[in-house]
Nanobody, 115 residues
Framework: QIHIVESGGGTVESGGRLRLSCAVS????????MAWYRQAPGTQRELVAL???????AYADSVNDRAIIATDGPENAMHLSMDDVQPRDTAKYYC?????????WGQGTQVTVSS
């Protein structure tokens, strides 16, 4: 059974750096893509950043110039680093893994940026 394990998050000071990690367990298959989404209260869940199995990346316009997403070695794992976080980045962040069109979500980790 595939499990998504998220780590990182918590409270970050405005202007600081955020790091979130995500790992997949329960399978030896390689993922097609892994991504971070976020959802603030009263809003829709939105894509923050995505990395494909061959290293391709995509970012939301709101984080494009201050975020990096990358895989972590040969394992089904990746991390997101984001600089200069602002209160508008406050949200619950979710990891999603795509295995050939089968999507698996983590439970989410809360990120709160203090002003």
């Amino acid at each position: 059974q595939i499990h998504i394990v998220e780590s990182g998050g918590g409270t970050v000071e405005s202007g600081g750096r955020l790091r979130l990690s995500c790992a997949v367990s329960g399978t030896t298959r390689n993922f097609h893509s892994m991504a971070w989404y976020r959802q603030a209260p009263g809003t829709q869940r939105e894509l923050v950043a995505l990395v494909t199995g061959d290293g391709g990346t995509a970012y939301a316009d709101s984080v494009n110039d201050r975020a990096i997403i990358a895989t972590d070695g040969p394992e089904n794992a990746m991390h997101l680093s984001m600089d200069d976080v602002q209160p508008r980045d406050t949200a619950k962040y979710y990891c999603r893994a795509d295995f050939a069109g089968n999507y698996f979500w983590g439970q989410g980790t809360q990120v709160t940026v203090s002003s």
